[in-house]
């Protein structure tokens, strides 16, 4: 018979140490190679984390297939916007540190934001704005509802000025000078009134440059990537960098399914050259061993897997947490991405999906993706973390992104709707 000290003991155990483990290695291994012997991708990697074990790992196809270049484990791959994830921490370090508040209008930080109005129609000659109901905050700028005039969708007088405003600026405009531009334009709606993917992660990285007194670049290395061995991500692959021929080509998906290869020229014109803009948006390279460190330091709640304590618990779960309110409708293409929320520079999975066709996901998960169809997943509840890289266009490729999931959580009902896919 169990004594009483046995039964207390285990009760203390935690629940995701007792769960059976969902990967399955050899159902990863069909899906990601099929894919490549089906032609439907170039080449595609992956790397799983489960229970705090490497579950998985598999490259396949070409990381350079006019080269002869196997995709590989050190494959250096250009992550667009899994870059904000990145410059989430980066911002939420500061507020641990008391330095800003996610609450702190933006303003306070960066003047430049002090005469902000919001656009109320009219033309570029004569636009008419209104007062804001209420200081545009920080915490508007980590979940996308800041509104200012940048990207699609904008009025017809706004979107001419703020094609005028825009125009002088390149990759030669540093942060404050993106900041200036942006603080000069009205605002395309309220603060908090409306999910838009405009440049407010730009805006963070303005602001982490201000307060922590450090080029952004710098303050990235120093505070995130070197505390967690990320040894090759960085903006810049120069030409004396013995990494250099483990980058990626990068490849575009023709209307007959064929991909043709982007010119190294354009497909790596920002990342070879030290430019004076280093965003917070996008514009990093990792690997994928890198990204697994910084994504398994979210899953255990701020410590990486070296032990470096990067964020407090409460941090990682503040950045975790849907923040969208349910007043806000207009979520853009936000769900495109599943039964989804957001929280600070991710999306956060609110529910098992809606319907069969919807992406599938655990809820509690936290995510976001990249331009070439890079992805990852941090998912707490079964204690899962997985980074995929492929790199081609278009965006947001929904084959890739259902066959990993379907792959990972063929097991799990939860993450599916409906009728469930067959297991591959």
Not at 175 to 204: C, E, F, K, M, S
């Amino acid at each position: 018979m169990k004594t009483l000290r046995t039964l207390l003991l285990a009760a203390l155990v935690p629940l995701t140490s007792l769960a059976a483990p969902l990967v399955v290695p050899t159902r990863l291994e069909a899906t990601l190679s099929g894919m490549v012997q089906r032609g439907e991708v170039v080449g595609v990697s992956a790397l799983v984390f489960e229970q705090g074990k490497e579950a998985y790992f598999g490259a396949f196809g070409m990381a350079d297939r006019e080269a002869g270049r196997a995709m590989s484990r050190d494959t250096l791959a250009v992550i667009y916007s899994m870059t904000k994830p990145v410059t989430a921490v980066a911002l939420l370090q500061l507020q641990e540190q008391g330095k800003l508040q996610m609450d702190d209008p933006i303003e306070k930080h960066l003047p430049e934001f002090g005469n902000l109005r919001v656009w109320a129609g009219g033309t570029a000659a004569d636009p008419q704005t209104v007062a804001l109901d209420r200081p545009l905050t920080i915490r508007d700028l980590g979940r996308n509802t800041a509104g200012f005039a940048a990207g699609a969708g904008l009025p017809d007088g706004l979107k001419q000025l703020a094609d005028e405003a825009w125009a002088g600026a390149s990759w030669n405009t540093n942060l404050r000078g993106l900041a200036r531009i942006a603080a000069r334009l009205p605002l395309v709606h309220q603060p908090g009134a409306r999910w838009r993917y405009d440049i407010p992660t730009n805006i963070q990285a303005r602001l982490v440059e201000k307060v922590s007194g450090q080029p952004y670049d710098v303050y990235l290395a120093e505070h995130i990537f070197k505390p967690l061995g990320m040894t090759y991500t960085r903006y810049v692959v120069a030409d004396q960098d013995a990494d250099l021929g483990q980058l990626a080509a990068t490849y575009v998906r023709q209307p007959d399914g064929s991909f043709q290869r982007q010119p190294d020229a354009q497909a790596h014109a920002f990342n070879r050259k030290n430019w004076a803009q280093k965003p917070g948006a996008s514009g990093l390279v990792s690997t994928l061993d890198d990204y697994a460190q910084f994504a398994r330091m979210l899953l255990a709640e701020g410590v990486g897997p070296n032990g470096a304590r990067i964020l407090k618990p409460e941090t990682v779960r503040l950045m975790a947490t849907n923040v969208l309110a349910d007043s806000v409708t207009d979520r853009q293409w936000l769900p495109d991405k599943g039964n989804t929320g957001f929280g600070v520079n991710v999306g956060v999975r609110v529910g098992p999906p809606r319907h069969r066709d919807d992406v599938s996901g655990a809820p509690g998960e936290f995510f976001w993706d990249g331009a070439a169809n890079t992805l990852f997943w941090v998912d707490p509840k079964h204690q899962i973390v997985t980074v995929l890289f492929s790199q081609f266009f278009p965006a947001g490729d929904a084959r890739l992104n259902k066959a990993i999931r379907a792959a990972v959580y063929a097991d799990e009902p939860e993450a599916f709707a409906g009728n469930r896919p067959p297991k591959p």
